[in-house]
């Protein structure tokens, strides 16, 4: 991925108003930086992800947030683009040293088996999801090009041993059910490991800004090709909008099933 489409996919992904979490993100990382003595990467992410697994929830997420800003470029994201995609792709690959994914996975693995009585304060499990969602797709974002990294994606990971793609799905499904898990992120973080697996090219859709008319790329000519251009390629985003908005109406449904959709919510739907 080039820069620019890097910062869209990552703007794409974030929700309005998750700012805030950057500008947490980065008090969280001086205060656990004070903390351990060291800004060095290679002394500050190893106990990060060692917390993970040990830590209760306020904790937890204070780390997130900490390797979030990390991932971020230690910045607030308002770096100019190609400063700001070059810092996080020099993080990316400090984290990736460090194996970060297989922590993150198993973080995942662990909230999506909590009981709802097992919850603590309010919107502090929404909080932590988006924050592991969010270090994952960067990470995603700059190690998906790698063979190896794609093949790890399929490899269990989490506590029961299941894999990344799968606990995606096990996400994707309970969205229906569960509120608290933000259904557009698992929605694209899914669509993006699904990508890295079957190692489908960037340009067989559009990712980043339009710029035009999209090239056919070389190996959707050799299976043949089309004849339309509206018959040439996925379509990525409409997809993307029409499973979020599929799996947002099964919730809202379940959600007020045997007791009637409020006036506004049935004409929104």
Request: hydrophobic share 45%.
């Amino acid at each position: 991925l080039t820069d620019s489409e890097v910062l869209f996919a990552l703007d794409e992904f974030l929700y309005h108003g998750e700012i805030r979490d950057f500008v947490k993100a980065q008090h969280s990382f001086a205060r656990i930086s004070s903390s351990l003595g060291t800004e060095d990467f290679d002394a500050l992410i190893p106990p990060c992800l060692e917390v993970l697994e040990f830590s209760n929830q306020f904790i937890r997420i204070d780390t997130l947030l900490c390797l979030l800003h990390i991932s971020l470029g230690c910045s607030l994201g308002d770096l100019p683009p190609a400063e700001l995609a070059a810092a996080m792709r020099r993080n990316a690959a400090v984290l990736a040293r460090h194996n970060a994914v297989p922590m993150l996975v198993r973080s995942l693995d662990f909230l999506l088996g909590q009981e709802p009585d097992q919850l603590q304060a309010e919107g502090m499990l929404e909080n932590e999801f988006r924050l592991i969602f969010n270090c994952l797709y960067v990470q995603l974002l700059f190690s998906g090009h790698d063979a190896s990294f794609a093949r790890s994606l399929e490899l269990g990971q989490g506590r029961l041993g299941a894999p990344l793609v799968a606990l995606l799905f096990e996400a994707a499904k309970a969205c229906g059910e569960n509120d608290r898990i933000p259904i557009k992120k698992v929605v694209l973080l899914l669509l993006r490991v699904l990508q890295c697996i079957l190692n489908i090219p960037e340009d067989w859709h559009s990712l980043g800004p339009s710029s035009g008319v999209v090239q056919r790329s070389a190996r959707w000519e050799g299976l043949g090709g089309c004849d339309s251009l509206e018959d040439e390629m996925p379509r990525l985003k409409e997809f993307q909008a029409f499973t979020a908005l599929h799996m947002h109406e099964q919730g809202i449904r379940q959600k007020y099933s045997g007791r009637g959709l409020p006036a506004a919510i049935a004409e929104g739907l």
